[in-house]
């Protein structure tokens, strides 16, 4: 699933190519990627708009209209969002298409038919939009912030940074990758974190997300950008999907375990449990 350094990229790969296209045409071929709406209503309600603005909050996907409306894309597991030409041959998997004045097309490509857009004007009607944690990278998330986060917290510190509702916007990979970074196990207890580990595990969750955007996300599977970019984050990954190669700090060989069902990546030797 994209999560939040690819789910900025597209973002900010769209934002140059959308914001101020009018909408003249609206394609739905799989009828349930529409939430809440029917495909009547959601052709007439965005025919006509304008796009005025384009923004992410945690995995979602905000495209904001004229009419003070909201079209809110959740990519999940293997949707890709692409601006290209009209006259440019459709990908396949390509369900939902929404045309511009300019002959250019906003296209919604999901294999597995997992994703989800929404029209609201509340978040609040948005899947779990309203309900989000915190944004890791916000200028508001301090220390101090994340520290009070983990009161009265006592789960497996991998599940928790993989709730939604605790922290906006990790997923599997830069979930493996902080906790290799701040030198903590995947199973360890969040109640058996020192404070001094919660320090580094909040410098580890930022840098991790900020070079994921530094090199345009990382591309495993379907990731693409907003132009159909391949991302590069991929080639500096330290332990996710390395198992059995040698670690890059201390070569003991990198692991493999199920946590929660989630295949999870870690160095034994730098990650003491």
Not at 46 to 71: A, P
Not at 161 to 183: M, P, R, S, T
Not at 185 to 191: Q, T, V
């Amino acid at each position: 699933m994209p999560e939040l350094p690819e789910v900025q990229t597209v973002v900010d790969t769209l934002s140059s190519r959308i914001i101020g296209l009018k909408i003249t045409e609206v394609e739905v071929k799989v009828e349930k990627l529409i939430a809440l709406s029917t495909v009547a209503d959601f052709k007439a309600e965005l025919i006509g708009k304008e796009i005025k603005g384009v923004r992410r909050r945690g995995k979602y996907i905000i495209i904001e209209l004229s009419d003070d409306k909201y079209l809110i894309v959740h990519l999940r597991m293997t949707g890709q969002l692409l601006y290209a030409a009209q006259n440019l041959e459709l990908a396949k998997h390509t369900h939902v298409i929404i045309s511009f004045a300019n002959q250019h097309q906003l296209r919604f490509i999901n294999k597995r038919k997992f994703g989800r857009i929404y029209l609201v004007s509340d978040f609040s009607e948005a899947g779990s939009l309203a309900e989000l944690g915190p944004e890791p990278l916000s200028e508001d998330f301090t220390l101090d912030t994340f520290k009070a986060l983990f009161e009265n917290r006592r789960g497996i510190i991998k599940n928790l940074l993989l709730n939604q509702k605790f922290l906006a916007g990790l997923g599997n990979i830069y979930v493996d990758e902080a906790l290799y970074l701040a030198g903590i196990h995947p199973l360890r207890k969040a109640d058996q974190i020192s404070e001094e580990e919660l320090a580094k595990l909040y410098q580890a969750i930022r840098k991790v997300l900020k070079d994921g955007i530094k090199h345009r996300g990382t591309t495993k599977w379907d990731y693409v950008d907003g132009s159909g970019q391949a991302g590069e984050h991929q080639d500096y990954l330290q332990v996710y999907d390395r198992k059995g190669k040698n670690c890059y700090d201390c070569a003991e060989q990198i692991e493999k375990i199920k946590v929660s069902g989630r295949g999870t990546y870690f160095c034994p030797e730098c990650q003491l449990s």
